[in-house]
């Protein structure tokens, strides 16, 4: 019994507060906004696997590094900055005997240059390259604003539907901005390694023709509630 009457309690507890709702937006409209934009990256982040057993043994990884960086530098790498070692492990196999392996990030800023590195290591024999990720310098202020053109398509949403019906929007009092996604970019690296040795066997065509990298596609989606007037 104190049970229901407690429940009862609330219920009328509840019912102002609805009411004061209801009275401070008598009519709203709900509305999706959504915004997209593609971007040619500009940071592309390679890793290069540089192994022992790739010369079964006859070339050390100390010599095989020592050969990659002046390779690099060749090509205008500044290694200092964008080369970093990310591993380095020995496997053990029967007889005593392990072979090294050395793991490194590089990080460079034009397609044009990517090809020209997957040359300059191909040349070495250093095949085991490939593409971690891309992404742009400014990625973050491009996120910013789709974000923004989200919002913005979301009032226009509102405002179209509205004059339909006579009416227009006044203020917005509700925004659940949804998600902020960036669409995954994968390549298959036996792909992007076939086309930097067609441009090196093209001379120098790999100077001024850079590999076609796809575009980073931001998607923002926001929803939003409008006052009707």
């Known amino acids: 019994m104190k049970r ?3 429940m009862a309690a609330v219920a009328l507890f509840a019912l102002p507060a609805a009411a ?3 009275e401070a937006f008598p009519s709203y409209i709900q509305v999706n906004g959504r915004a997209e934009k593609e971007i040619t990256p500009d940071e592309f982040y390679l890793q290069i696997i540089i192994n022992e057993r ?3 043994g006859k070339v050390s990884v100390e010599s095989q590094q020592r050969d990659m960086i002046a ?3 060749r090509a ?4 200092e900055k964008q080369l970093k070692m990310a591993n380095l492990s020995s496997e053990f196999f029967k007889k005593n005997t392990s072979v090294a392996t050395a793991k490194y990030q590089l990080q460079l800023g034009s397609s044009a ?3 020209k590195v997957w040359q300059a290591l191909d040349g070495l024999g250093i095949s085991n390259v490939s593409i971690l990720k891309v992404s742009h310098s400014k990625i973050e202020e491009y996120k910013e604003q789709v974000r923004v053109e989200a919002m913005q398509n979301a009032k226009q949403s509102a405002a179209t539907l509205a004059e339909a019906i006579g009416q227009k929007v006044g203020k917005c009092f509700y925004i659940y901005d949804s998600n902020n996604n960036v669409m ?3 390549y298959d690296n036996m792909a992007v390694m076939r086309s930097a040795k067609a441009m090196g066997a093209a001379e120098d065509a790999a100077a001024d023709e850079p590999l076609d990298f796809k575009t980073i596609k931001l998607q923002y989606n926001v929803q939003a ?4 007037e």
């Open 54 to 56: 790739d010369s079964k």
């Open 20 to 22: 004061q709702m209801q």
């Open 184 to 186: 995954p970019v994968f």
């Open 225 to 228: 509630k409008f006052v009707l």
């Open 71 to 73: 390779a690099l530098r």
């Open 76 to 79: 205008g790498v500044d290694v």
């Open 113 to 115: 240059m990517v090809a």
């Open 4 to 6: 229901l009457i407690l």
